[in-house]
């Protein structure tokens, strides 16, 4: 590995890792939605955010560079308040990563929370816990294997996505160039020592993150 | 002090519309058959479910046209029919859950009364997981009153249970009810758990409350389903007077008079409840000298109601204390029965609850 494979490794890293962070921000209130509301047409939003389970990353990545480009309408937005254009910068690579990686941390996390029930926490209520006194008490403790799965699949989905980053992040190294992108660049140009370096790195990252899931998921069966 | 309750809902094709007073002590059970709106009524004072109308317990507005205190609010316990532990803590760490969210000036249970009282020494330490559905309960319960609540509400805390389990658990909610000043509202539709244990009854159907009494009055109101069918009783309050050594007797004082008991094991001074079952009364117009039976006391015939084809249940007055007696409609004919008349009830048997 060279200076820019690292670059590209650590560029991915960051990615991952803003992007986990910013889909539990996100995905928390709206799995906890999920899981508890009524209504009748939650199931649109349940197939929007399952979406990109589904389509071709070329797709989502497509309409994203129109949304994000400086005449689009996100980019218009973004420009006029002086975020400039989110397209071919990192910034745009972690808004197509959450869109891209959200039904890995959404689904783990409603049926969590799904699986709680309402009973824990009337019986907190009962017992004196303001909501949010219930959520830090009661819904994170019993859900927290789903939030390790969620955060470690939406890490890993982060690590492997190439054809999102390929449309809207273009191949800017140190800014928008991942490793998927870089082993693409690799093969192409036929150099495939430096493709294994790390194409199996990144095999080795995936393979030990997703055990640590299934051995959790073991760990509660058992229990 | 009393509390005072009006509430109005409907869920789907099901409404809940009472209105009742009840005192501000004792157990107060809630009995009707399933479905009849039991719970529907603890979750509405609970604040778990929104209905409209109003709730004052004593001097306290929990709810009424202008506000809606959420269910956090409320100084209240909430015993649910499955024990619903906190899986993710421990059993002292389940009971303190909600001690350390009250205020300090507010804890009037302490910790180790109540781990005193339902027996929970050996358990603190443990997981829920590894509890007994008895133990659980047990630990739902102190979990509740730990809180200091000013109203303990029980959900067929029993229901869940097995029969040893239900005997297991019994003797602590006798004890909270002796050891405790805490009003109490019971849901069941097991009689023989609202005969042990209740003060006061509410009777439920279909989502209205029927009548509500002192439980004595209401085992025995011709009025009310209660009096039908072989489980027809009266609940008298007593206390041990005495002991036969020779011949193995106990004696009860109450209001309606003194008792002969069967057997001992009771002490002196012991507060305990007699159930005398309508079908164990039997009824003579002159005091009978030369019978078997010990337990025989003048009486006046308050009410009477037929009860199927054959028979007739008679509400008799023994002071001021209401029996039943089942006899047949022949004998009540031959006799020449009527409201006000005087005789003598003579019961075959009594049972000592708790």
């Known amino acids: 590995m060279n200076d820019a494979d690292i670059v590209a490794l650590l560029v991915t890293l960051k990615l991952a890792l803003v992007s986990t962070i910013v889909l539990l921000i996100l995905g928390t209130p709206?799995?906890?939605?999920?899981?508890?509301?009524?209504?009748?047409?939650?199931?649109?939003?349940?197939?929007?955010?399952?979406?990109?389970?589904?389509?071709?990353?070329?797709?989502?990545?497509?309409y994203l560079l129109v949304a994000l480009s400086p005449t689009g309408p996100v980019g218009t937005l973004t420009n006029a308040i002086g975020?400039?254009?989110?397209?071919?910068?990192?910034?745009?690579?972690?808004?197509?990563?959450?869109?891209?990686?959200?039904p890995f941390v959404v689904q783990p996390l409603q049926d969590a929370f799904r699986n709680i029930g309402a009973r824990p926490l009337e019986v907190a209520a009962t017992l004196r816990a303001s909501?949010?006194?219930?959520?830090?008490s009661v819904v994170l403790p019993l859900a927290m294997p789903g939030f390790i799965t969620a955060a470690v699949l939406g890490f890993a989905h982060t690590l492997g996505e190439f054809?999102?980053?390929?449309?809207?992040?273009?191949?800017?190294?140190?800014?928008?160039?991942?490793?998927?992108?870089?082993?693409?660049?690799?093969?192409?140009?036929?150099?495939?020592?430096?493709?294994?370096?790390l194409a199996g790195g990144l095999l080795m990252l995936s393979f030990v993150m997703l055990a640590l899931v299934y051995r959790q998921r073991g760990f509660r069966v058992s229990s | 002090m009393t509390i005072d309750a009006r509430f109005v809902s409907e869920r789907g094709t099901f409404h809940l519309d009472v209105d009742f007073e009840l005192p501000d002590q004792g157990i107060s059970a809630?009995?009707?058959?399933?479905?009849?709106?039991?719970?529907?009524?603890l979750r509405a004072i609970a604040g778990l479910d929104r209905s409209t109308g109003h709730?004052?317990?004593?001097e306290e507005i929990w709810q009424d046209e202008k506000q809606f205190l959420p269910t956090h609010e409320r100084a209240l316990g909430y015993v649910f029919q499955e024990p619903s532990l906190f899986n993710h803590l421990t059993v002292d760490k389940n009971l303190t859950y909600g001690q350390s969210r009250i205020?300090?000036?507010?804890?009037?249970?302490?910790?180790?009364?109540?781990?005193?009282?339902?027996?929970?020494?050996?358990?603190?330490?443990?997981?829920?997981?590894?509890?007994?559905?008895?133990?659980?309960?047990?630990?739902?319960?102190?979990?509740?009153l730990m809180t200091s609540p000013r109203l303990l509400l029980m959900d067929e805390p029993l229901a869940s249970l097995d029969y040893e389990r239900k005997l297991e658990i019994l003797p602590y909610i006798d004890a909270l009810h002796r050891d405790l000043e805490m009003p109490v509202l019971y849901v069941s539709h097991d009689r023989d758990e609202v005969a042990r244990l209740a003060d006061h009854l509410l009777l439920m159907r279909a989502g209205q409350i029927v009548a509500a009494g002192a439980i004595g009055d209401m085992l025995t109101r011709v009025d009310l389903p209660l009096v039908q069918g072989g489980e027809a009783e009266a609940i008298i309050e007593a206390s041990v007077s005495g002991h036969d050594d020779e011949f193995q007797l106990t004696f009860l004082d109450s209001a309606a008079g003194s008792f002969t008991f069967t057997g001992r094991g009771v002490d002196v001074g012991a507060d305990v409840r007699l159930r005398i079952l309508a079908k164990d009364v039997s009824l003579t117009l002159a005091h009978q000298s030369d019978t078997s039976i010990l337990n025989i006391f003048p009486a006046t015939i308050d009410d009477m109601i037929p009860e199927g084809e054959a028979q007739m249940t008679v509400r008799l007055l023994v002071g001021e204390v209401p029996i039943l007696a089942r006899i047949t409609r022949k004998s009540a004919d031959n006799l020449g029965l009527s409201p006000g008349m005087k005789l003598f009830a003579q019961m075959k048997s009594i049972a000592l609850l708790a």
Request: glycine share 12%; proline share 5%.
């Open chain 2, 55 to 58: 709730l004052r317990i004593g």
């Open chain 1, 83 to 102: 975020l400039g254009t989110l397209a071919f910068s990192f910034s745009g690579l972690v808004v197509g990563s959450v869109i891209y990686s959200m």
């Open chain 2, 103 to 144: 205020p300090a000036a507010s804890r009037k249970v302490s910790f180790d009364d109540v781990v005193e009282l339902l027996g929970l020494g050996s358990l603190l330490g443990r997981s829920p997981a590894t509890l007994s559905g008895g133990e659980q309960q047990r630990v739902a319960i102190a979990r509740a």
């Open chain 1, 131 to 136: 909501p949010i006194d219930r959520f830090y």
């Open chain 2, 30 to 41: 809630v009995f009707g058959p399933s479905g009849c709106g039991k719970t529907s009524l």
């Open chain 1, 30 to 62: 709206l799995a906890w939605w999920l899981a508890r509301t009524q209504w009748r047409f939650k199931f649109i939003l349940e197939t929007l955010v399952a979406l990109p389970l589904v389509l071709p990353p070329t797709v989502l990545g497509f």
């Open chain 1, 163 to 197: 054809g999102v980053v390929l449309m809207i992040g273009g191949n800017i190294p140190g800014e928008t160039q991942v490793v998927s992108i870089a082993i693409y660049d690799h093969v192409e140009m036929l150099e495939y020592s430096r493709a294994h370096w």
